[in-house]
């Protein structure tokens, strides 16, 4: 009979619980969302944020508001979203640099894996490789013959180790076996400064923070990492056609939330973050950055999942042949 009581309490607490997260979602969300961004403001990841922010605030009726906190190359705020309470009112809009952090950082405070629910991917955004407008080299393969010849002396930015810059220029010295002099930064926005001011020669960064510059003539392009040319940047040609074989570097970016966040929470992000890709003025946006929103079979909890393994297992390789680890 004890037993009979024990397993009815069971099996109606599991019920209550069942009626209580399946309530929770219904109602989800009921209030302002924070969406954290582990980068500086102003910066080329916080630009894509809050594009998909301002959108998914209008179809889930509550306001996503975005929250930088950076440092550590993004691992304080991922760190910051792994701790906070699995109710969908923390989420995280990180990039490439949730895979690389798993090997850059080889005491990291979360299991990268493991420590989050996946939402989805958002865009895959190009990288371009340029050096300050009055660099001497005039194309890829010459920029490629100078710096060898130059290696002690010519200086690459970057905005902080584990910073798209910094992973962009590692794979650019491993491509053409050549270390060179790396000058971090605390930020895309004085990297760039200080490119632009000619205290610099070259940068590897995100179409989102070079492509007005590139339009502008103020910071001279040599390639693009994408596959085919960029609509908004048709002279630029791609690494692969200026000799860089295979060197194709996107630096994607995904949403996640806390571990133990309700699927059907998830779900509703995922659904929201799909509308979001969709809408016309993020379209627009992103293509005058140089980038297109992912697809609807991307922005998926399982697309975003393989894609972050995936990305661990490429870089991991990279990073220790490096040596340059954060810690």
């Known amino acids: 009979m004890k037993i009979l009581k024990t397993m009815l309490g ?16 219904q109602t989800y969300p009921e209030r302002t969302i924070t969406m954290v961004v582990p980068f500086a403001a102003g910066g080329p990841t916080d ?54 952090s798993a090997t850059l950082y080889r005491k990291l405070a979360y299991d990268t894996l493991n420590a989050f629910e996946y939402v989805g991917l958002v865009t895959d955004v190009p990288m371009t490789i340029v050096a300050r407008k009055d660099f001497e080299p005039t194309d890829l393969k010459g920029l490629i013959d100078y710096v060898k010849a130059n290696k002690d002396t010519v200086t690459v930015a970057n905005a902080g180790i584990g910073a798209a810059s910094h992973l962009c220029g590692m794979m650019f010295m491993s491509a053409i076996e050549t270390p060179l002099v790396t000058v971090p930064y605390k930020g895309t926005g004085p990297a760039m400064t200080d490119l632009l001011g000619g205290q610099v ?3 590897c960064d ?13 910071i001279k392009a040599y390639a693009v990492t994408s596959p085919e040319k960029l609509p908004v940047l ?11 074989k295979d060197f194709t570097v996107g630096i994607w970016h995904g949403v996640y939330a806390p571990k ?22 993020v379209i627009d ?10 697809p609807e079979a991307d922005a998926t909890p399982a697309a975003l999942k393989a894609k972050l ?5 490429r870089w991991k390789p990279v990073i220790e042949a490096a040596g340059q680890y954060a810690d």
């Open 10 to 25: 069971v099996t109606a607490a599991a019920a209550v619980s069942l009626l209580s997260t399946s309530t929770f979602a």
């Open 47 to 100: 630009t894509v944020a809050r594009l998909v922010a301002e959108s998914m605030s209008k179809d889930l009726g509550q306001q996503i508001v975005v929250e930088n906190v950076g440092g550590a190359g993004g691992t304080l705020g991922a760190g910051r979203v792994a701790q906070a309470d699995a109710d969908g009112y923390t989420i995280l809009l990180h990039h490439i640099g949730m895979a690389t």
């Open 201 to 203: 020669d070259i940068m």
């Open 206 to 218: 995100q179409t989102t923070n070079t492509t007005k510059q590139i339009q502008g003539g103020t």
């Open 234 to 244: 048709p002279d630029v040609p791609t690494a692969v056609e200026g000799g860089l």
């Open 260 to 281: 133990g966040t309700p699927a059907e929470v998830t779900e509703r992000l995922s659904k929201s973050l799909q509308v979001a890709l969709k809408d016309q003025n």
């Open 285 to 294: 946006r992103f293509a005058e950055l140089g980038t297109v929103p992912s």
């Open 309 to 313: 393994e995936g990305e661990i297992a």
